[in-house]
Nanobody, 116 residues
Framework: QVQLVESGGGLLLLGGSLRLSCAAS????????MGWFRQAPGREREYVAH????????YYADSVKGRFTISKDNSKNTVYLEMTKLINEDTAVYYC?????????WGQGTQVTVSS
């Protein structure tokens, strides 16, 4: 079993920056990839970004490309999401996920609210 715990959410002003973290624990952890989705009120969960664990290749949704940066620390089993130039549309609950041998694991989510 794999547990994912997100942290770092909060209330930010428009244009601000924030870093989310997602730490994995549990069984021997060798995911194919880890990443982030988000869900805004009244909307479906949407993909944000992911990173492959072995090579570190990164992928982003168009809506965050150039503003968000995903990274990882293999030694800490942790993935990060550096968010900059925040806009109102970034307000959402951000969920971390891990793809481990085809099994998906999700965190409980962390709220990010952008205020103008």
């Amino acid at each position: 079993q794999v547990q994912l715990v997100e942290s770092g959410g909060g209330l930010l002003l428009l244009g601000g920056s924030l870093r989310l973290s997602c730490a994995a624990s549990g069984r021997t952890f060798t995911p194919y990839a880890m990443g982030w989705f988000r869900q805004a009120p009244g909307r479906e969960r949407e993909y944000v970004a992911h990173i492959t664990w072995a090579v570190g290749r990164t992928y982003y949704a168009d809506s965050v490309k150039g503003r968000f940066t995903i990274s990882k620390d293999n030694s800490k089993n942790t993935v990060y999401l550096e968010m900059t130039k925040l806009i109102n549309e970034d307000t959402a609950v951000y969920y971390c996920f891990a793809d481990v041998s085809g099994d998906e694991y999700w965190g409980q989510g962390t709220q990010v609210t952008v205020s103008s």
